[in-house]
C-alpha cells in the first residue's frame, strides 16, 4: 500500500456540446404593384366636388342646420299681416312673461338672501376694553385687558390697590 495507488477526483468539470447552429434561412421581400387605370381630369373633378359636398354636407349636419329652400308665399297680402300680427302679439306675450320670470327668480333670490343672515360676532370679555392709547393720550395699566385680568385674579392687588386710589381720589 504506498504511493503506486492512483486517486480520481470526486469532481469533474463537464462542458455540455454546443447547440448545432442553423443556417439562417433568407429573407424574401414581396412587393406589389397594383396597376389602376388612369383617371381622367374630367372624374378627378366629379370626385373632388363629390367630397366637398360631403364635408359640407357633414359640417351642417354637425351645427344641426338643414338645408332651406327659399318659397314664395302665395297667401293674399292680408293673410301675410295677420300673421305678421300674431307674431309680434306672440313675442310681446314671451316678452312679458320672460320679465315676469326674471322678476320672480330676483324676488325668490332677495327672499333667500335674506334668510341667509350671518351669525352675530361673538364678543370675547376683553373686546371692548382699548388695545391702543386714544391719540396724544395715555392708556391706563388698569383700563387694559392685562390690569383688568390681573385685578380680577390677583386678591391682594384688588384690595390695596383700589383702596389706595380710592384713598387718592383717582
Known sequence: MG???RYMPRVIAYEPPAPPRVPQLPVLLYREFV???VIEPTTADAIRAAIRAADQ???LIE???TRAVPHADLRPEGAQLQEE???EQADMEAATQAADAIAAAAAEAAAVEKQRK????KVAPFDTTPKRPAEGGVLKYWEAEEGLVA???DPLLRDNVFAARQRQGL
Open 85 to 87: 300680427e300674431v307674431l
Open 63 to 65: 351645427e344641426g342646420q
Open 151 to 153: 385685578r380680577t385674579t
Open 57 to 59: 354636407a357633414a359640417a
Open 35 to 37: 396597376e389602376l387605370p
Open 118 to 121: 350671518p351669525w352675530p360676532p
Open 3 to 5: 504511493s503506486h495507488y
